[in-house]
């Protein structure tokens, strides 16, 4: 593909109240070869989420006072036993927290008295685990995502680089052993190959090269999963248990999978097993003895390309007006992402997204700033979804999808960022927010 390919357009705009606008609008071939990032979870990116924890995170939940972070990668070999009667613990990660939360509930000195104080002591002595917080009580122990990265460490000169998928960040969202600190979640279908699941029904942005652009709202209801190469459909030979309609599933016969991403993570006889937040719970009639450690996934067609985010900012043309799918409100049953914006037209942040027109796809990104650094004519105010919508409807692309905003709002070309990020230091300085994925778009 050559340069000329490629549009790439830097806008600022001024509101009628005189606030600032920016945004990068990129438009490139559709064919154009995509690349999941991720990276490795390292100390550093340990410690920023410590400090994320003990700045917002555990001020806003009275029920915890302390956090223990682990690297996932840690994990591989835990002194914990597989099983716990009518359940097996297939997955390292979530055994380690399965058990290490089990002999905190029984024991309020666990890291002194129990057999896991080597363990504990040794991902603490290599910087693979981070204690924090006030007090050695209530503590909240969550493993972290292991391919939690910088984007700025996949910027290349050949290569189009924007953030993707939302992830768990808040407490709230990660309750159940199952559940993961960064854990992406959404659709992720490159070259015809389902990689992640679509959950909860929000909108997802297909194409193939014989069918085209579509976007429609999908949840993993509407796949075939396949364990150890059978086909479990929802409604026939199998049941899925997903959230905000299930914390825990029904006391019953059969047997529970639980499933987060292309991960099985655990087996259980009877139910009354906990939903995770970025997953579901396959359920079969009878008993099953197979331990199989990864699932697949079959759409009802064939696409090449498909990414789901938060909500449609135009469909089939028509600009979009409303979030057309429920999200946690504050009351009742936690829906992930907890801090989703809920007023369309006023909560302005910083916003990337993705859309197709015809034989092009259109990036943008839109420059924001935390409100306590933002400086009236001088900062990028971001946009609300209608905004961004508005905006969209401006580069005439019939197909877009918001995806992930805020501290990870984040767009590279050929190596450079030409807009700030929206999390700063005291100092005013850019500061990067780790994340579990991103795309990268090769075009040289």
């Known amino acids: 593909m050559s340069?000329?390919?490629?549009?790439?357009?830097?806008?600022?705009?001024?509101?009628?109240?005189?606030?600032?606008?920016?945004?990068?609008?990129?438009?490139?071939?559709?064919?154009?070869?995509?690349?999941?990032?991720?990276?490795?979870?390292?100390?550093?990116?340990?410690?920023?989420?410590?400090r994320l924890t003990e700045k917002h995170l555990l001020p806003n939940n009275k029920n915890w006072k302390s956090v223990f972070l682990f690297n996932a990668a840690a994990s591989r070999n835990p002194p914990f036993p597989d099983r716990d009667g009518n359940l097996v613990i297939i997955d390292s990660v979530a055994r380690t927290r399965y058990w290490l939360e089990k002999l905190r509930d029984n024991n309020s000195r666990w890291l002194e008295r129990s057999s896991a104080s080597l363990f504990v002591n040794e991902l603490l002595d290599t910087g693979q685990g981070l204690m924090g917080g006030?007090?050695?009580?209530?503590?909240?122990?969550?493993?972290?995502?292991?391919?939690?990265?910088?984007?700025?460490?996949?910027?290349?000169?050949?290569?189009?680089?924007?953030?993707?998928?939302?992830?768990?960040?808040?407490l709230t969202d990660l309750l159940t052993p199952w559940d993961v600190m960064g854990e992406p979640?959404?659709?992720?279908?490159?070259?015809?190959?389902?990689?992640?699941?679509?959950?909860?029904?929000?909108?997802?942005?297909?194409?193939?090269?014989?069918?085209?652009?579509?976007?429609?709202?999908?949840?993993?209801?509407?796949?075939?999963?396949?364990?150890?190469?059978?086909?479990?459909?929802?409604?026939?030979?199998?049941f899925f248990f997903t959230r905000p309609d299930y914390e825990v599933t029904p006391v019953q016969p059969g047997t529970d999978w639980v499933i987060v991403g292309r991960r099985v993570l655990a087996r259980k006889y009877g139910g009354g097993t906990p939903v995770p937040e970025a997953g579901f719970v396959c359920h079969v009639n009878g008993k099953s003895d197979d331990l199989p450690v990864s699932a697949e996934f079959l759409t009802d067609a064939e696409w090449d390309f498909g990414i789901q985010g938060g909500t449609a900012m135009v469909k089939n043309g028509e600009k979009c007006s409303e979030v057309p799918f429920p999200f946690y409100n504050g009351k009742g049953i936690h829906y992930p992402p907890t801090v989703y914006p809920q007023d369309w037209s006023n909560d302005r942040a910083a916003r990337t997204g993705l859309g197709i027109n015809g034989d092009r796809m259109v990036l943008i990104c839109v420059e924001g700033s935390k409100?306590?650094?933002?400086?009236?004519?001088?900062?990028?105010?971001?946009?609300?979804?209608?905004?961004?919508?508005?905006?969209?409807?401006?580069?005439?692309?019939p197909d877009f999808i918001n995806l992930d905003g805020g501290g990870s709002a984040q767009l590279s070309v050929y190596g450079k960022r030409s807009l700030k990020l929206s999390d700063r230091h005291s100092t005013g300085m850019d500061f990067e927010r780790p994340v579990p994925a991103g795309m990268g778009f090769e075009t040289l």
């Open 371 to 397: 409100e306590h650094l933002y400086r009236h004519g001088e900062d990028s105010t971001g946009v609300s979804l209608k905004e961004f919508a508005d905006l969209v409807m401006e580069t005439g692309t």
């Open 185 to 238: 979640f959404g659709l992720r279908i490159l070259n015809g190959k389902v990689e992640l699941p679509p959950l909860y029904g929000r909108d997802v942005l297909l194409w193939s090269r014989e069918k085209g652009c579509v976007i429609d709202s999908m949840d993993v209801r509407d796949n075939i999963v396949l364990l150890n190469h059978v086909k479990m459909e929802h409604g026939g030979n199998a």
């Open 3 to 50: 340069d000329q390919k490629i549009n790439i357009q830097l806008c600022q705009t001024i509101t009628a109240s005189g606030e600032t606008v920016r945004y990068q609008t990129i438009k490139l071939p559709v064919s154009a070869r995509k690349i999941h990032l991720e990276g490795c979870t390292d100390a550093a990116v340990l410690q920023q989420l410590k």
């Open 134 to 170: 006030a007090s050695d009580e209530k503590i909240f122990i969550v493993p972290v995502y292991p391919g939690m990265t910088r984007l700025s460490e996949h910027y290349d000169p050949g290569r189009i680089t924007i953030n993707t998928h939302f992830f768990l960040m808040e």
